[in-house]
């Protein structure tokens, strides 16, 4: 048996090369059909959704269940009266229409007053614009705790000299502080800094005021970052707890945070109701962010790109 040598190829450096190579194996990706920050995400977002789980299980549940230990994960016969039980336990409408009183003036003065000085800093030069700033800023450092006696003082101060429905135990004790805030102003001041800065001038041309220019072109196209700041103050206001403990002692002023304390005594808690009122207060901040959810991410994503 005869055996046929396989000639080899010289190359231009004179040695010979062979005529076939073996082909390399290909490594194929494995190709998920999601991402993998989703395997990260789910569970996260699972640990975050279970308190509220917990609460509308409990807010179903008879005393004894509630009490149970080990916890019933689901309730043998879900218990719906909870609700307008808790509902007429406390004067709850009452605590709603303060609630959303407080939260509308809140909302409205914020967005006015924080677009008028945003817009101040980010376009207007004054002298002591800078340093004016850096105070402004350094005021989110301080933690409401330090202040609060402060500012009791100065509602106080309010009440008693200049109009007494901005004093002690009045519902205009709870919009006083917080009609503009620091982190409002940053946050327009930082979106009104990226819209062009040649589109005022082109207004300004024609003859348009600097405030026509700001209602006529700012805020229209600042609308996503005027959602994200009016769905925050929202959540702020009408979640707030410690500054109305403060100044609410009558239950005619209490809001919604404050008015859950009826469902807590000194030695028991009824917490089926308690869970019930938590769950009714929830549903109108539910609902503001999932209409202003689309545009947290644009208006996050443009605030802060011009320093």
Not at 107 to 119: E, P, W
């Amino acid at each position: 048996m005869t055996h046929t040598a396989i000639p080899a190829v010289s190359t231009a450096s004179g040695d010979p090369q062979p005529t076939h190579t073996a082909a390399a194996p290909v490594r194929r990706r494995v190709r998920l059909p999601f991402s993998p920050w989703h395997l990260v995400l789910i569970p996260t977002s699972f640990l975050l959704v279970v308190p509220l789980l917990w609460m509308l299980v409990t807010s179903l549940q008879t005393p004894g269940e509630a009490n149970k230990f080990p916890p019933d994960l689901v309730p043998e016969h879900p218990r719906w009266q909870n609700y307008p039980d808790a509902w007429d336990a406390a004067p709850f409408g009452h605590f709603f229409l303060n609630s959303l009183t407080v939260t509308t003036v809140v909302l409205i003065s914020n967005l006015l007053v924080c677009s008028l000085a945003g817009y101040a800093f980010a376009r207007i030069r004054f002298l002591g614009r800078g340093a004016l700033f850096v105070v402004l800023m350094a005021t989110l450092m301080v933690p409401f705790q330090v202040t609060m006696i402060p500012v009791f003082l100065i509602v106080k101060w309010f009440g008693d000299h200049i109009w007494e429905g901005l004093g002690i135990d009045h519902i205009g004790a709870l919009m006083l502080p917080n009609l503009a805030t620091a982190f409002g102003i940053f946050f327009l001041r930082q979106f009104f800094q990226t819209v062009p800065v040649e589109l005022e001038e082109a207004a300004r041309v024609d003859g348009t005021s600097r405030i026509g220019v700001m209602f006529k072109i700012i805020l229209p196209l600042s609308m996503p970052a005027l959602s994200t700041l009016a769905a925050l103050t929202v959540l702020t206001s009408w979640n707030d707890f410690l500054w109305p403990l403060i100044v609410i002692t009558s239950t005619d002023t209490m809001t919604v945070p404050l008015g859950m304390s009826y469902f807590q005594g000194a030695h028991t808690t009824q917490w089926p109701l308690l869970m019930a009122a938590n769950v009714m207060s929830l549903l109108p901040m539910l609902l503001v962010f999932m209409v202003a959810q689309r545009y947290f991410v644009q208006s996050v994503a443009s605030t802060g790109l011009k320093g």
